[in-house]
């Protein structure tokens, strides 16, 4: 390849790929900004909230162990609930195959931790973060709520609920020992260009349906 073939192929490369990197810095800014104070990580000096919005995830890694994303999700929706933080927990994730439920699997663990399952309500169809917040809205009728995950799941989903009007907060569950790996950031990363890409769209989540109310759901 030529010397001026190569400076032009830089130079478009350069063209495109500088706008495209510098949105998404510029976007990363906005997400963390916004969310900077709204996140919280102390039971006592979280304000409360109505309804804690529980995001899913595996109650077991691919080695069928355990996750530690599970299990600090859980371990902070329990000491919010017991603190009197939130009185309600609306549990959201994925139950598109009928051996894999997370709504489900929430609920038996917060049950064995002793919340009380009138205080549980469980959406089946969030299938994914943008789902999960716009239904706690749309479907479950909630214009306030304390958005329960992981620090950098929770930034995303609090821009989400600001984008639909919901005056969230966020609180961190407990740091996985092992801190974030490598894949984990890059999946994240990968997770707000989809956002960014649904809200420009306008898009709704997968299934709306007709109202819920809380603590009025009755499971089959």
């Not at 329990?78 to 959201?92: F, I, M, R, S």
């Not at 205080?119 to 917040?133: E, N, P």
Request: aromatic share 10%; no cysteine; glycine share 10%.
């Amino acid at each position: 390849m030529g010397r001026s073939i190569r400076w032009r192929v830089l130079r478009w490369s350069l063209l495109v790929g500088l706008p495209v990197v510098l949105g998404i810095l510029i976007g990363e800014w906005r997400i963390a900004h916004y969310a900077s104070d709204r996140l919280y990580s102390d039971v006592d000096r979280i304000p409360g909230s109505p309804v804690g919005l529980l995001l899913g995830t595996s109650a077991r890694g691919g080695n069928g162990n355990p996750n530690p994303y599970f299990t600090s999700r859980i371990d902070a929706a329990v000491a919010l609930y017991k603190a009197g933080k939130v009185e309600h927990l609306l549990l959201t994730g994925d139950n598109g195959r009928w051996s894999y439920n997370e709504p489900m699997d929430m609920r038996s663990a917060l049950m064995a931790a002793g919340v009380d399952s009138t205080d549980i309500t469980l959406d089946f169809a969030g299938f994914d973060t943008f789902d999960s917040v716009v239904r706690a809205r749309k479907i479950f009728g909630q214009r306030r709520l304390t958005i329960i995950s992981q620090r950098s799941h929770d930034q995303r989903a609090l821009w989400i609920a600001r984008s639909f009007g919901i005056d969230a907060i966020g609180f961190s569950a407990g740091n996985i020992a092992t801190g974030p790996t490598q894949w984990s950031w890059i999946r994240e990363r990968g997770a707000r260009l989809k956002m960014w890409w649904d809200l420009a769209l306008g898009l709704d989540p997968h299934f709306l349906g007709d109202p819920v109310t809380l603590g009025e759901q009755e499971l089959h």
